[in-house]
């Protein structure tokens, strides 16, 4: 620790706290001599290329130019942002009051400033960053429904096999077969092709944007930075913040939050409605909570599983609605 602060001139540590949320890499309270700072450590192999790293730092130091909420990196005595020590990248941020909030926990108002917010986002990246990289460098195929019924048979038997069986593994036999039979019944439903592709955040949900008397005050964690089609971020953005514990959406703060976002963003209607298909299959399709929890026995997703599997089925019996929410 002693060496990473003299890279900074950051003081003593005085306190070091780890910030509980967040699935990828670690984060601490730190509290020095001289302040208080977020000290991030990048050890996720996906995220944690030093180049990286330091192409997300200048994007945000960019947009906090232009005005949008984020928290740019502190650069250290060499005038680098990224602190590479014992072969590991850390990375250090002013520390910011602030709180999460769920979509639950906010008015229409506030939701149509979240839309107006992403779609600033994505303006704003729009400026900042080349336009030579805006190529993804792999663009994602739609899943392929025979990929997931072999999925689904190889989870139920991990389910099956887990012993003590307890009331996780129950619901997930229940919302695995009951996805195996929504799917034969939609499986001509699979999109051709992604929208068009621009930069995003790339993981834009609750826990990585930080309220202060009610007033978004940054949008952290930026390390899925990339090209990826816009609009669906949106939707993904949406179904997080708005998802009801019972797996439902609240869709007068969808329309709201879309509407708002379409204007910022000037993004249409349609390509906002077929966003919304691409995602609708993604879910119906994406079962990553069972897997970190049978194949890698990673827990922390657990308590999402219920209203995001419940989700999927609300989303299909109520699909035209939810896209009148988003592109009407």
Known sequence: MGALLRQYSAGSALTCDPVDQGLLNRGYRLCTTRGRYFLKHHFDPETADPAAIVRQHRATQRLADLG??????????????????????????????????????????????LGALLGVVHAGLERVMPAQGRT???????????????????????????????????????RLLERRALLEQHADRRPSHGGSVGWVHGDFHPFNLLYRDGEPAAIVDWDRLGVQPRAEEAVRAAVIFFVRPIGSLDLTKVRAYARAYRRAADTGPAELAAAVHRVWWERLNDFWMLRWHYERGDTRADPQFPAASALVMWWTREYESVCEAFAG
């Open 68 to 113: 949008v909420p984020v928290a740019p990196p502190l650069a250290g005595t060499d005038g680098r942002t990224v602190a590479v020590v014992g072969g590991h990248a850390y990375a250090l941020h002013p520390w910011i009051d602030g709180g999460h909030r769920h979509g639950g926990q906010l008015s229409t108002e506030q939701c149509t400033r």
């Open 136 to 174: 993804p460098a792999r663009r994602a195929a739609c899943a392929d429904p025979a990929d997931t019924f072999a999925l689904i048979d190889r989870l139920l038997a991990m389910v099956r096999r887990h012993r003590p069986a307890d009331a996780f593994d129950e619901l997930a036999r229940h």
